[in-house]
């Protein structure tokens, strides 16, 4: 393994945890450089996460060392992290909204029993911070008026006020523009240069080339692999993530693109504050074709999906579905668009696509409840609906097969799959599909990725809305891309390459020439 | 001109008369509440204190005994509260709901008990056993009158600047920060249950001890729930919450001083709607049609450490 | 560390759980018995000859237990839709509120066959109307309704005494309480009834209000399990979102939740009014609206745990009138301690015992 000069700041022996019967993480024994960025990586579920929590004092490992400065050491609850030195970055902010940065600054550390002193002392200290490490933010700004950008900054501010020297910072990206990820790489980099130790965790092999001294890639519970960010390359890592070649491309025959089933015609969103969630989104959607929204998450992708579902209403503009036109006077509803034969795969299952609580056959009918088969006149089928569950188990494989149990008890592919087949059973004209594999395993991203092109080719209009560029890229005949809720390019699958659609995810347009010499 | 100057005096001296309890228990409620704590138990807090305060005076002969025992009897409500919301993640509501009932059963079964009167206890006379006027010996200005007024801005003062306080109010929002940060959840939450219980049991002692000269059954006659509409009509700050509770508490004045009279356009006000007035009030409150009240993020959710 | 709650076996949780509860909430009152010098046993034992020794005491048990299922059922139908319904007690008064105008109204005028079932629809209009306030202002403004339905319960008290001192009261009574209901506004009691094919019982408060109760369960059971509007309401209690993407509308279900709610607290009224009292007394819905949380609670808000739970807390009422008749040491408020201790371990302490009942149950496994 090579070492770069020095005891580690960290060094992690042989830990193990699990979870009851689900093993976490398996034996890990890694180390963090003093004055380096070192990334783990690794996909949903491999243990990254739940490793640095035990790092921070969270959770308790089962067995296994920990070691700061070479000093082997209990970590029972942050505050033990912190008094450490180390200091984490979650990816949901621990910030009070109510709040000012100031008072956010120093909750847990006033410095005394009465506030004025402590609170002056901060705002000293903040200002130094600032300086010394080039964050800059105002100190009595309420939270809730704060960017996300700078939101994050704040956290980083907290971890920093506290002495941290070992800074953990948890998919830091996953909530930001492509610039501040930028900001947010050049302020870890000021960081490193002061000698502050960062442990970097992503999924993002983007950013652990760019960003990083070391990286660990950690897959099932287990360190595979441990290299040099310079020794290695994204392809390499991508396949020590995942244990194999991975297929990106899946075989599919050209489209053949029917009539327009839905249309979009200068959509716009406003929410309360004036912000245009949706800013004059026009768009359309044949039969027989898939058309994929990329984007990084935040940029419009949920109210676009929101609006074309019928659950959220636009500010303006028109949608016609199937010919039926929908205006904004007239609010639609969810119900009506499925009698229209649109379906709806939501983003996050859990929130909305399901009910954990009921049994699989109550989840399999969720949204035709109302409908024949299940009822008539108001008085549910059971044994329709039992059937029903029965047979789109059969259909998409959902295991176990068994439609009494609680939905929350199968696993997060089988969850997915079913809310699948149970949208596309229905033989919908159109189906919208948000993050189609988002905590699904290898195995069944395949499937549902096949299903979805099959139904396309039964002449199914299909829009994707997915954060994974592979994903869109593998399954889209056009995409689109959405950037601060304005559809900032559209390109046709075969001539659409990742440079050019980061870009534009990035909110850059793509120099003319560059399209062209694409072509 | 002195007649009015009369009445106005007398009407402000039973404001505050009828506002003292309620300013004590919302005070105390507003330190459950902002910490995330539901608190609808005030009115049961309030009547164990009253009673314990009341049956311990007679016995014993001092009302500081009575005041202290009122505190206790309080804080054993306030404890149990903590203990089933905080410890056990219990129902908030349910967990209120449950000390009403049974206060105002206790107390009444201990009190038959202990002084066979059908729940009350026996009438207050010497001077060390009840609390007396101070100032003005009509007013009833007794030093819980003035323990009262000032527990507004000491409240105000610990909530805003005070570090228990700071961490008071961020646990009422987001109990995951405060975790994180590495301060305990549970004790900050119950320490805001031990203050409401320690204001509840002023309020109680206060309307067995000094308002009246006895313990009766119900005697509370829903002023807990009044202080609750008050803390929420206040918005959750005290100064608000003080300027509620004068209110309810100068419609109550008014209300007997209105039986009987006709107010000329509107005819005789029947007492039971002034007495329905600071419920329909705080309805309309939280109707938003008298601006928004914003609770605490937190409240009544309790919280779950995620390991 | 705490460690996460593993789910008890079904049965355990069902049923072995609410029981434990219970025998919590009566170690605690034999202490507080004994505490005021009455032998705790003794007391338990005159309880519950109290409450199922004698037809008579079967059937005030059955007409207490008649007030709780409709309460329970209230509670219960809310909770499924993800809303507390705090204000049963209202919601009660208002229920007999309607019933009584109407008997008041129509009693000389109509018939039995016609003038019960309208009774009964008055009851649950009333009880509607005044849950559908709350309802509306937490579907369209937002208001927390734990605190609106608090609030109005008072409010519903201070309408009554009002409406019953200055408008209702019958000419020349001392007390606030309207005129007596005609004979025809009468549901029949039980004893007469049964007397008509036979059976002699002694006579009590019992009338068909059960029946009606019963009623109540298998209608609640069908709605919930086996209607579309039930499964609509049942998502959205467990997942607003995931019943906004199924397409239901969630104010108009929360106002249906707890209009129907509202009418079964309100059906309380026809057994009190119509059934006992035959005339409009104030004071009657005494505390069944909170207890109805504890009976929804213990019965996992299923019909069929109501039904036994409201059998509990009948017994309890009875059975605890009768030991404070016996034993002038213990005052009917004994009972209301019961009930405080039952709601708190069954509603705010529901899985203290849980730890010592998994430890009990994998022993016994292993």
């Given at each position: 393994m090579p070492q770069l000069a020095g005891v580690p700041a960290i060094e992690l022996v042989a830990i193990d945890k699990s979870f009851g019967s689900v093993h976490?993480?398996?034996g890990v024994s890694l180390a963090i450089d003093k004055g380096a960025i070192t990334g783990i990586v690794g996909e949903n579920g491999a243990g990254k996460s739940t490793l640095m929590s035990i790092l921070y004092g969270l959770y308790r490992a089962d067995s296994g060392e920990i070691r700061v400065d070479g000093q082997s050491v209990h970590m029972e609850s942050p505050r033990d992290a912190i008094a450490h030195g180390i200091g984490m970055v979650h990816?949901?902010?621990?910030?009070?909204?109510?709040?000012t940065v100031l008072e956010n600054l120093v909750?847990?550390?006033?410095?005394?029993?009465?506030?004025a002193g402590g609170m002056a002392a901060a705002r000293t200290e903040l200002e130094r911070l600032e300086r010394e490490y080039g964050l800059s933010v105002d100190?009595?700004?309420?939270i809730a008026d704060l960017s996300v950008g700078e939101q994050q900054r704040v956290e980083i501010l907290k971890v920093l006020y506290r002495g941290a020297r070992i800074l953990i910072l948890d998919?830091?990206?996953?909530?930001?523009t492509p610039q501040e990820t930028d900001q947010l790489f050049r302020i870890l980099a000021t960081l490193k240069e002061r000698g502050v130790s960062v442990v970097l965790i992503t999924h993002k092999l983007r950013e652990i080339m760019a960003a990083t001294d070391r990286v660990y890639v950690m897959r099932q519970g287990q360190v595979v692999a441990d290299r040099r960010t310079q020794d290695t390359d994204p392809e390499a890592l991508a396949e020590l993530m995942v244990g194999?070649?991975?297929?990106?491309?899946l075989d599919k025959t050209s489209t053949r693109r029917g009539e327009v089933v839905l249309e979009a015609a200068h959509l716009s969103l406003v929410d309360g504050r004036g912000v245009?969630?949706?800013?004059?989104v026009s768009l359309t959607l044949r039969a027989g074709e898939i058309v994929g929204v990329a984007g990084?998450?935040?940029?419009g992708q949920t109210e676009l999906l929101q609006v074309l579902a019928g659950i959220r209403p636009p500010t303006s503009g028109t949608l016609t579905v199937r010919g039926r036109v929908i205006q904004t006077g007239h609010p639609s509803d969810p119900g009506e668009m499925r009698d229209l034969s649109l379906a709806h795969v939501p983003e996050d299952r859990l929130r909305q696509?399901?009910?954990?609580?009921?049994r699989a056959s109550e989840t399999a009918i969720l949204?035709?409840?109302?409908?024949p088969p299940f009822t008539r006149n108001y008085i549910l089928n059971a044994p329709a609906v039992g059937a029903h569950c029965a047979s789109l188990m059969e259909q998409f494989d959902v295991?176990?097969?068994?439609?009494?149990?609680?939905?929350?008890?199968?696993s997060g592919g089988n969850q997915q799959k079913l809310v699948l087949a149970r949208e596309m059973a229905r033989r919908p004209k159109v189906l919208l599909v948000g993050?189609?594999?988002?905590?699904?395993d290898i195995g069944a991203i395949e499937f549902i990725h096949r299903e979805l092109i099959k139904s396309r080719d039964a002449g199914c209009g299909v829009l994707v809305v997915s954060v994974e560029l592979e994903e869109i890229l593998s399954l889209a005949d056009r995409i689109l891309v959405m950037f601060a809720g304005k559809i900032v390019g559209e390109v046709d699958a075969g001539q659409a390459d990742e440079r050019m659609l980061g870009l534009m995810m990035a909110g850059a347009k793509p120099a003319r020439s560059e399209v062209e010499g694409v072509a | 001109m002195d007649e009015v100057a009369t009445v106005i005096f007398l009407t402000f001296a039973a404001t505050l008369r009828v506002a003292t309890p309620l300013v004590l228990c919302a005070m105390g409620g507003l330190f459950s509440e902002r910490s995330g704590i539901i608190d609808v138990g005030l009115e049961g807090k309030m009547l164990m204190a009253a009673f314990f305060a009341a049956a311990i005076s007679a016995v014993t002969g001092s009302a500081w005994l009575g005041v202290a025992a009122g505190i206790a009897a309080a804080e054993g409500m306030a404890l149990l509260h903590g203990f089933a919301?905080?410890?056990?993640?219990?129902?908030q509501v349910v967990s209120g709901v449950a000390i009403n009932i049974l206060a105002a059963g206790l107390t009444v079964v201990l009190g038959t008990a202990w002084f066979a009167r059908g729940g009350q206890t026996p009438a207050l006379e010497n001077s060390g056993q009840r609390l007396w006027p101070i100032f003005f010996p009509n007013a009833g200005d007794n030093i819980l009158v003035y323990a009262a007024l000032a527990s507004v801005p000491l409240t105000w003062w610990i909530i805003e600047r005070t570090r228990f306080g700071l961490r008071l109010r961020a646990v009422g929002e987001m109990p995951l920060a405060v975790d994180a940060a590495g301060i305990s959840v549970a004790w900050l939450r119950y320490r805001a249950v031990l203050i409401c219980g320690f204001f509840a049991g002023l309020a109680g002692a206060y309307l067995s001890i000094?308002?009246?000269?006895s313990f009766g059954r119900d005697m509370t006659a829903g002023q807990g729930f009044i202080a609750l509409a008050a803390v929420i009509f206040g918005k959750w700050r005290p100064f608000s919450a003080f300027g509620a509770c004068l209110l309810f508490g100068l419609l109550d004045a008014v209300a007997i001083r209105l039986q009987g009279v006709r107010v000329p356009g509107i005819g005789e006000v029947p007492v039971q709607l002034i007495q329905a007035l600071p419920y329909l009030l705080t309805m309309f409150l939280m109707a938003g049609f008298i601006g928004r009240a914003v609770a605490?993020?937190?409240?009544?959710v309790p919280y779950e450490k995620e390991h | 560390m705490r460690a996460p709650r593993r789910p008890l076996p079904a049965w355990a949780d069902v049923a072995l759980l609410p029981l434990v509860n219970i025998a919590l909430a009566f170690v605690i009152v034999g202490i507080i018995v004994r505490l005021i010098g009455v032998d705790p046993f003794h007391a338990l034992r005159l309880l519950v000859v109290g409450a199922l020794g004698s037809s008579e005491s079967i059937g005030y048990t059955l007409y207490y237990t008649t007030n709780f299922i409709f309460t329970g059922l209230a509670v219960a139908v809310a909770f499924h839709g993800g809303l507390f319904n705090i204000g049963g007690e209202g919601q009660a008064y208002l229920g007999g509120l309607g019933c009584g105008l109407a008997m008041l109204a129509f009693d000389r005028y109509l018939p039995a066959p016609i003038l019960i079932p309208l009774g009964i629809a008055a009851a649950a209009l009333f009880g509607a109307a005044w849950a559908a306030v709350p309802a509306w202002l937490q579907a369209?403004?937002?208001?927390h309704i734990v605190i609106t339905t608090i609030m109005f319960n008072f409010v519903a008290s201070a309408l009554m005494v009002y409406l019953m001192v200055?408008?209702?009261?019958?000419?020349?009574?001392?007390?606030?309480q309207s005129r007596n209901f005609t004979a025809a506004a009468k549901i029949p009691a039980m004893h007469d009834v049964l007397a008509a094919v036979g059976i002699q019982v002694a006579p009590s408060a019992l009338n068909l209000s059960i029946v009606l109760a019963l009623l109540c369960c298998v209608g609640v059971w069908i709605f919930l399990w086996h209607t579309s509007w039930g499964y609509a309401l049942r998502t959205m209690g467990h997942n607003p979102d995931a019943a906004v993407y199924a397409g239901t509308n969630l104010k108009t279900m929360t106002m249906l939740a707890m209009c129907l709610s509202g009418a079964l607290a309100g059906f309380v009224g026809v057994n009190e009014?119509?059934?006992?009292?035959q005339r409009i007394v104030l004071d009657f819905p005494a505390g069944y609206g909170f207890a109805g949380i504890a009976v929804a609670l213990m019965g996992r808000s299923h019909p069929l745990g109501i039904v036994l739970a409201a059998l509990l807390f009948g017994a309890l009422q009875q059975g605890g009138a009768e030991l404070a008749f016996d034993i002038?040491?213990?005052?009917?408020e004994m009972v209301v301690v019961i009930q405080g201790l039952v709601i708190l371990f069954?509603?705010?302490?529901?899985?203290?015992?849980r730890p010592w009942l998994q430890l009990l149950l994998s022993r016994r496994v292993s």
């Open positions: 976490a993480v398996r990816q949901h902010f621990m910030l009070i909204d109510t709040f909750l847990g550390a006033e410095g005394g029993p009465m506030l100190p009595d700004a309420r998919e830091p990206s996953a909530v930001l194999r070649k991975v297929r990106l491309h245009r969630l949706l800013d004059d990084v998450s935040g940029n696509g399901m009910v954990a609580a009921f949204g035709y409840h109302d409908e295991r176990p097969r068994l439609p009494g149990l609680r939905s929350a008890s199968f993050q189609p594999t988002r905590g699904v | 919301c905080i410890t056990h993640r219990g129902n000094a308002q009246n000269a605490p993020k937190a409240i009544g | 369209w403004r937002g208001s200055n408008v209702l009261i019958a000419p020349g009574s001392m007390t606030p009014l119509m059934g006992v009292h002038p040491l213990i005052t009917r069954s509603g705010a302490l529901a899985h203290l015992p």
